[in-house]
């Protein structure tokens, strides 16, 4: 023990012989324990959430939609033949990936949409959009899967999208090919 430990435990002793016994000053009520305020509910997420689910169930009443093991495929017009093939197979490289595992349906459009933009902004062909299968969804309809079949069937720089290989996710995955600017 080093001679300023020493001198520390001494202080300390010192002082509580100095003080003597301590008293507190306040007794603690022996009330009823005070209820715990319930938690601030985030009013306007949930709105945005409820909105976001109300929109989607709309489409999903217009379209069946797709189920867990479904492959959703989409090809714009003006992308050959060819490239759609080599999209399927997974012969493009993917320069960027999102995973929306978790996500709520309007996080996971937040997020689609923020994703998007930056991969533009890099100017990436190919990008990977993993939705999962969608197994813990309501009634068995994979909400995020929909969803991003949904929204990217409405944007126009997305030239098409095919699911994944097996390899590279499958059907709880997304493949994406992007329009350059």
């Known amino acids: 023990m080093s001679h300023s430990e020493d001198e520390d435990q001494d202080d300390a002793a ?7 016994e301590v008293k507190p000053i306040r007794q603690p009520q022996a009330d009823a324990p005070q209820k715990p305020r319930p938690r601030p509910r985030a009013r306007m997420a949930e709105r945005d959430e409820a909105e976001a689910q ?5 489409l999903l009443r217009d379209s069946a939609p797709l189920e ?5 495929s989409y090809r ?7 490239l759609f093939q080599r999209l399927r197979k997974g012969q493009f490289s993917v320069q960027d990936e999102l995973d929306l595992h ?15 933009l930056e991969a533009h902004a890099h ?3 190919c990008v990977r959009i993993i939705h999962g299968k969608g197994m813990q969804s309501d009634g068995g309809v994979p909400v995020l899967k929909n969803l991003v079949d949904r929204l990217l069937r409405q944007r126009n720089d997305v030239l098409a999208f095919h699911s994944a290989p097996a390899a590279q996710g499958g059907t709880g995955a ?8």
């Open 14 to 20: 010192l002082f509580r012989a100095a003080i003597g």
């Open 54 to 58: 109300g929109e989607f169930a709309r």
């Open 68 to 72: 867990a093991g479904d492959t959703a």
């Open 76 to 82: 714009r017009e003006q992308l050959p033949a060819r």
């Open 102 to 116: 978790g996500a709520t349906a309007a996080q996971a459009e937040a997020m689609l949409r923020q994703f998007l």
């Open 123 to 125: 100017e990436f062909g």
């Open 174 to 181: 997304l493949l994406v090919l992007l329009a350059r600017k």
